[in-house]
């Protein structure tokens, strides 16, 4: 079952509010993704943490709706 991007950006703006959230869908299947969120919640955190807080935020859809995700993390400049 395909996720849709607006709601993989909503999730992810649901638990980072400040989060801005670029979303494209790599194979136009609604399965593979390619996300880039910027938030000051990543101030302090190693890549792996940020991209902890992010998965997070998908709550457990990772490997089920949402098959892949390409991912980069950013701290507001």
């Not at 950006?9 to 136009?28: C, H, S, T």
């Not at 000051?40 to 902890?52: D, E, L, P």
């Amino acid at each position: 079952m395909a996720m849709p991007a607006a709601q993989i950006q909503a999730l992810i703006e649901a638990a980072l509010p400040d989060a801005k959230v670029e979303i494209e869908d790599l194979a136009g299947d609604g399965d593979h993704y390619r996300a880039h969120v910027v938030s000051s919640a990543f101030a302090g955190k190693s890549r792996v943490q940020q991209h902890k807080l992010v998965y997070e935020a998908l709550g457990g859809r990772m490997g089920g709706e949402l098959h892949a995700l390409q991912l980069t993390t950013a701290v507001p400049n």
